[in-house]
């Protein structure tokens, strides 16, 4: 399943999407946002993943002057992935 919450705080707004999915170690979580990075298991859940998205993802956000992250409890925990960007 897929959860999608969207939030207004003072200075930001907030959007995440959580999965009850494969979930991520915190060594798979550091190679996220590299290009080409991918996780230990992400051939066998998307083999026809490139890494490039979040890359790219997380360069259009930064140029926002927003941030980008994941969260996850481990391997077979689903994982949360997170956008906060400024408000003008």
């Known amino acids: 399943?897929?959860?999608?919450?969207?939030?207004?705080?003072?200075?930001?707004?907030?959007?995440?999407?959580?999965?009850?999915?494969?979930?991520?170690?915190?060594?798979?979580?550091?190679?996220?946002?590299?290009d080409g990075g991918h996780g230990a298991h992400s051939a066998d859940i998307n083999p026809e993943s490139t890494?490039?998205?979040?890359?790219?993802a997380k360069r259009i956000i930064d140029a926002h002057g927003g941030t980008i992250w994941a969260e996850s409890e481990g391997e077979g925990t689903g994982s949360r992935f997170i956008v906060e960007l400024p408000v003008a």
Request: hydrophobic residues 40%; neutral net charge.
């Open 51 to 56: 890494g490039f998205g979040l890359a790219a």
């Open 1 to 34: 399943s897929v959860t999608i919450d969207l939030s207004r705080e003072p200075q930001s707004i907030r959007f995440s999407v959580k999965d009850s999915g494969a979930g991520m170690s915190e060594a798979d979580r550091s190679k996220l946002f590299i």
